[in-house]
């Protein structure tokens, strides 16, 4: 599923920290809009020109995953964000081996939270003169090899917004237990990194962890591997089974227990450590 936008006569220029203090500013609003707290901390926002990094996204992701030129032909940039959630919503699903009744409501308002920002920010870009290329916030995978053809994880690696953890989460600067969403542009963007180590899991970049492999309620993860079909099974019966879930749409797939409170819940801990040890 894509959307894209007619370019308006004389592009204007368009700056990276103009669009992350746009994604900020929305995420802030967003409690307001829904008249309670919200859970969400400030967005971070990455982005990359469209060049040959992702040429190998069908060998690193699944291999009928898209590129950026199949979703607009024209595209210059991908641009990828990540809204945290707080604290205090991550540390209540800690308990038990199965999600809080607010994961699932978070998950469930943060795919609309999503949606409705990527399509803003392809509205902001319109506006400038610039075409997007949109996709949803989830469940745009292949249920039978459950890999999705457009995978917000793999792009926020290539734009170096966060790298994979041994939970197969994307670790970002402020952490893993939060939601990604992505959009491609005409608009030149350049090179935006915000992730400031090669590895952000401790037991990748070789160091004592694997807190996450324990916590997986049905052993999904190992150091050598994710079964997604494990994985995802769990997921669907925490749907089926939770009756705090019932009324929540037949997509509402959440678990989270192996990233809740982690050592990369809520920072980069191998940044932390490398710093730590040049002090």
Not at 14 to 22: A, K, P, Q, Y
Not at 42 to 52: F, I, M, Q, R
Not at 164 to 172: A, D, K, L
Not at 178 to 205: F, M, N, W, Y
């Amino acid at each position: 599923m894509h959307r894209i936008r007619q370019a308006l006569p004389g592009d204007l220029p368009i700056t990276v920290d103009e669009l992350r203090t746009f994604a900020q500013t929305f995420v802030a609003q967003e409690p307001g809009r829904l008249g309670a707290d919200g859970w969400w901390q400030k967005p971070l926002l990455a982005t990359a020109p469209v060049d040959s990094r992702f040429d190998q996204l069908p060998q690193i992701a699944a291999d009928d995953h898209l590129l950026p030129r199949d979703l607009i032909a024209s595209a210059r940039s991908v641009i990828v964000f990540y809204i945290p959630f707080k604290k205090d919503l991550v540390k209540d699903n800690r308990k038990g081996d199965r999600p809080c009744p607010n994961w699932g409501l978070a998950y469930v308002q943060t795919n609309d939270l999503i949606g409705r920002l990527t399509q803003a920010l392809g509205d902001l870009l319109a506006e400038r003169g610039f075409k997007s290329g949109l996709t949803p916030a989830t469940h745009n995978f292949d249920e039978v090899k459950l890999m999705a053809h457009w995978s917000h994880k793999h792009l926020a690696h290539l734009v170096n917004l966060g790298r994979f953890g041994t939970h197969h989460m994307m670790i970002t600067p402020v952490g893993c237990t939060g939601r990604l969403g992505s959009l491609v542009s005409e608009a030149e963007l350049g090179d935006h990194p915000l992730i400031e180590t090669q590895e952000a899991c401790l037991l990748k970049a070789g160091k004592e962890c694997g807190r996450c492999i324990k916590a997986c309620p049905v052993a999904a993860l190992s150091e050598d591997g994710f079964e997604r079909r494990l994985c995802w099974d769990r997921l669907t019966e925490n749907r089926r089974i939770l009756d705090y879930f019932a009324d929540f749409p037949e997509s509402t797939h959440v678990c989270g227990k192996c990233a809740a409170l982690m050592p990369c819940s809520f920072k980069n801990p191998v940044a932390v450590s490398d710093a730590n040890k040049s002090r």
